[in-house]
């Protein structure tokens, strides 16, 4: 008869669920979180304060801080979410296209309207993005590196399409591609462009930086 230990024959039935502390706690986090994401769109990372967030959670600022550093904690957890969610998006937007220079439109795209209702918090991004506490951290997020990567594959894409040259496509031109899409967030937060004219702007970007690799 084959022995069966105490360990195999645990079931799913076995698993602790939450405790109700547990749950309060993580109901705790999403209000906070849901409230400063609000905030941080409507008035900036300066313009929010963590006392203004804790009463738009409705809670006491120590309900905040219970679960939270300080606001660079909160403001780096909301980014954290939203750069996975928006290389996601990247990733699905560009999945149909058949070479790089269509895919990476539709990849940079994908960000302009992913922030295109909520530019205080993509300036907010940009803010603490390069302060020296925080700035670091932030750039060499993975999340920052999967959007990097989703780039990196439509320049295979490219190459397998026949549209680029394998010696055209390297790091650097990925890195030189992504800086062009974050530098259009200057003209979408601060002169206010339309998708269409970030799209006309990203479509010769992408033109320039694809000019050397393309096989002639």
């Known amino acids: 008869m084959m022995h069966i230990s105490p360990i195999q024959a645990t079931d799913e039935t076995s698993v602790k669920a939450p405790t109700r502390r547990a749950l309060a706690k993580q109901q705790t986090r999403a209000k906070v979180l ?22 738009a959670a ?10 939270f550093t300080d606001k660079s904690d909160l403001f780096r957890e909301i980014m954290m979410t939203d750069m996975a969610a928006l290389a996601e998006a990247m990733g699905e937007a560009a999945a149909p296209a058949v070479n790089a220079s269509e895919g990476l439109l539709k990849v940079f795209t994908a960000g302009y309207r992913f922030y295109q209702t909520q530019m205080p918090l993509a300036r907010a991004a940009f803010s603490v993005g390069w302060s020296p506490e925080d700035g670091p951290a ?20 490219g190459v397998a399409a026949g549209e680029l040259t394998e010696a055209g ?35 010769d970007q992408i033109a320039i930086l694809l000019a050397g690799a393309l096989k002639t």
């Open 34 to 55: 849901a409230a400063a994401r609000r905030l941080f769109s409507e008035q900036g990372y300066e313009g929010a304060t963590i006392r203004d967030i804790a009463s």
């Open 58 to 67: 409705g809670m006491s600022t120590g309900a905040v801080f219970a679960n």
């Open 138 to 157: 932030l750039r060499n997020a993975p999340q920052v590196q999967a959007m990097l990567g989703v780039m990196t594959a439509q320049l295979d894409k």
């Open 169 to 203: 496509v390297s790091p650097l031109r990925a890195q030189m591609l992504f800086d062009a899409y974050l530098s259009n967030f200057d003209q979408a937060i601060f002169q206010g462009w339309t998708i269409e004219a970030l799209q006309a702007r990203a479509r």
